[in-house]
């Protein structure tokens, strides 16, 4: 028997047969310059795809033999009669060691051994027909192994303290080179007999797309509805079969209900449900009979007693006898809760241990009241400084949510470009330009939220510029998939609070400054050209005891119903003013994941994702056409004319040229400081100046 392992490097793809033993003696040692052991200590589970060494590890497929096809793909040899079964999220190497023991009571269990992160198990369970054979062609080992893959997993649930991790069976699964310096194997192991039962489904002439493409990681939030129909038929089951197991206890008894949710808890416990969700079951199961004494509290003790009494019974681990307080403390709220440190906004979220999606909640001040509370009413003499000793710890997870969402939540690239696509949905007068500038401000958004450049930000904004109801902000809000929407973007930013703004920039992904014509000269010229350019800001974050400096993540855009809204005299070279001459077309929701999968896609590919010089002047230049004129300007070109070199004309200095329009315009004027009517001068187009004595002088011809 052979196993297969393939990595990528630069030379390209390198595939390897290792003979089951060899393998088995591989996985003992880190012998590739600690590369896993490297990966234990630098990374989490849930961020193994960040570990910067990625690509040198090895993917293993057990269940096959492949070999390297005339073409370059990779076919099967042959089949190897194995079933991949994984566990993750253990606690650590005991809990390892636990599941490896107790799956090697099951004699058709070939091996065991903990996998790349060391809080997962690797199963390799042997398997074939009734008769000793198994599949020889691909076709019929794909759907053969999906067959035995649901007939061996219920079994290995009942067996092990915990269950096996759901996924879709796959003949080419494949798994990370696991370090294990103690597998254990059993060579002589019994092939577990599967019997197929329904047709074979035939596969595409693709089948070799998806080549040992890993399990997708599922995060405890994930929105996961089959998990749930599952989660309720089966509750429905186990009430039938507990309504018949009793029924002759009578229903308007007082004690039929602790009849039954004594034999419910049993019930569930056998089919592996975790022990929080029993109890919201049955609480909301009950809630609504009218039983003297059925209270939340009287359901949960039932049902941890019951819990305590079966793991004991079967030998599973149970919380010790004369545990510490504080690790009586843990352990329920950990069974009842499961946390997470939102990096991004500076808190502790917290969520019901169910197993399908709820909405992560803040903790405040009052869940942690709440929380000792109710571990008061369990029996602990918890205090609540215990609870929030044990939430702000570093034993609760970190969690971001961009990270999470660019580098484990989005698909392959498919090569069509969305970006541009986006676009092209905004009418205007100068469209192949504006896909290309909106193309490069979407791949500078994402490259400020990965933090790709730790001395500039992304001082770049897109300008809509239209009539009302043109569906400019509702573009806004769409740029952001609805997971990150809700809470990373904000139109209602107000630019005199800057404490407020930097710790805006800190936490949110985009910030629309709608109505921009709101921002006055004095903001736009001083404080927001400052902002626009920044990397990182310092904030003080609510109830915190000291500043601290941390990245920028927002990216700014602007929406305004007026055209003459820029007013830096020397050019407005960090906005794209586009002119928006038709309704934007928002009927359809943009393909948010394909958006952010081209964005990084690109990144990686080295794209760039700032303006060149060639680029920001034609910025500017087009931006002209949305630059506020002062009265002093317009003035200007009321008396006097720019003279090209070698017309007739005069050299003269800022002074004489502010001098001579208040003499012509008189009151009229507001006339502005020297230095300040110098930049307006600088700022427009083919004026010649030079400098001299008596500082800059401008080439010009006075109007009669």
Not at 63 to 74: D, I, P, S
Request: glycine fraction near 4%; proline fraction near 5%.
């Amino acid at each position: 028997m052979k196993f297969s392992t393939l990595k990528t490097d630069k030379q390209g793809e390198h595939l390897r047969l290792w003979d089951s033993a060899k393998f088995f003696e591989r996985i003992q040692t880190d012998a590739s310059r600690n590369l896993i052991g490297s990966l234990r200590l630098e990374t989490t589970p849930d961020r193994i795809r960040q570990y910067r060494r990625y690509a040198e590890i090895p993917q293993v497929a057990a269940a096959v033999e492949l070999y390297r096809q005339a073409n370059g793909a990779t076919g099967v040899a042959r089949f190897n009669g194995l079933v991949v079964l994984e566990v993750r999220q253990l606690m650590g190497r005991r809990d390892c060691e636990d599941v490896k023991r107790a799956a090697m009571t099951m004699p058709s269990t070939l091996a065991a051994f903990t996998g790349v992160t060391g809080t997962e198990v690797i199963l390799l369970v042997r398997v074939s027909r009734p008769d000793g054979t198994v599949p020889t062609t691909e076709t019929e080992a794909e759907y053969f192994y999906a067959q035995a893959y649901h007939r061996v997993t219920p079994v290995y649930d009942s067996l092990l303290p915990c269950r096996i991790t759901r996924m879709t069976p796959s003949l080419r699964h494949a798994f990370l080179m696991p370090l294990d310096p103690r597998p254990m194997t059993r060579p002589e192991a019994v092939p577990f007999h599967v019997v197929a039962t329904d047709a074979i489904e035939t596969r595409g002439d693709n089948a070799d797309a998806h080549l040992l493409t890993l399990p997708e990681e599922r995060d405890f939030g994930e929105a996961d509805m089959t998990a749930y129909f599952n989660n309720e038929r089966a509750y429905d089951q186990a009430v039938c079969s507990v309504e018949e197991r009793i029924g002759n206890v009578p229903r308007n008894s007082n004690e039929w209900y602790k009849v039954f949710v004594t034999a419910m808890a049993t019930e569930l416990f056998s089919m592996g449900w975790p022990e929080e969700e029993t109890v919201c079951h049955l609480w909301n199961h009950l809630r609504f009979k009218d039983y003297p004494g059925l209270t939340e509290d009287f359901v949960r003790m039932l049902v941890v007693s019951v819990y305590d009494e079966e793991r004991t019974r079967r030998r599973q681990p149970s919380p010790a006898v004369g545990e510490p307080l504080m690790q009586q403390i843990i352990r329920r709220m950990e069974s009842r809760y499961v946390f997470r440190f939102n990096t991004v906004m500076g808190y502790v979220e917290y969520r019901p241990n169910h197993s399908w999606n709820t909405p992560w909640q803040p903790v405040t001040e009052k869940v942690i009241n709440t929380f000792s509370t109710d571990l008061q009413l369990a029996g602990l003499d918890a205090w609540d400084r215990d609870v929030r000793r044990y939430v702000n710890s570093t034993r609760v997870r970190d969690y971001n949510p961009v990270e999470h969402y660019l580098f484990d939540t989005l698909p392959h690239w498919d090569g069509h470009d969305h970006i541009r696509a986006l676009a092209a949905t905004v009418p205007t007068d100068n469209a192949a330009q504006w896909a290309e500038w909106f193309h490069t401000w979407f791949l500078a958004m994402v490259a400020q939220w990965q933090g790709r450049d730790t001395r500039y930000g992304n001082a770049i904004v897109p300008l809509l510029v239209s009539e009302q109801g043109m569906h400019k902000s509702a573009f806004c809000r769409s740029l952001l998939p609805p997971e990150l929407r809700q809470w990373g973007y904000t139109d209602n930013l107000s630019l005199s609070d800057e404490r407020n703004v930097h710790l805006a920039m800190a936490q949110m992904l985009l910030i629309n400054l709608d109505e921009f014509n709101r921002i006055s000269p004095r903001l736009q010229q001083g404080f927001l050209k400052n902002i626009l350019q920044l990397p990182s800001v310092k904030v003080k974050r609510p109830y915190a005891r000291h500043t601290e400096e941390v990245p920028r993540l927002a990216s700014f855009i602007a929406t305004t119903n007026m055209a003459d809204v820029l007013t830096d005299p020397t050019g407005s070279r960090r906005f794209l003013g586009i002119q928006v001459t038709g309704d934007i077309d928002v009927s359809q929701t943009p393909n948010h994941a394909q958006l952010y999968a081209q964005a990084q896609a690109e990144l990686n590919a080295g794209a760039r994702y700032w303006f060149n010089d060639a680029e920001t002047a034609v910025v500017m230049a087009y931006n002209r056409r949305f630059q506020k004129q002062t009265d002093a300007e317009m003035f200007f070109h009321q008396y006097f004319e720019i003279a090209a070199e070698g017309e007739v004309g005069q050299w003269m200095s800022t002074t004489a040229i502010l001098l001579h329009i208040k003499k012509r315009a008189g009151s009229l004027l507001q006339a502005p400081a020297t230095n300040a009517f110098g930049r307006i001068l600088h700022g427009l187009p083919d004026l010649p100046f030079r400098r001299s004595n008596s500082g800059s002088e401008f080439y010009v011809r006075a109007k009669v």
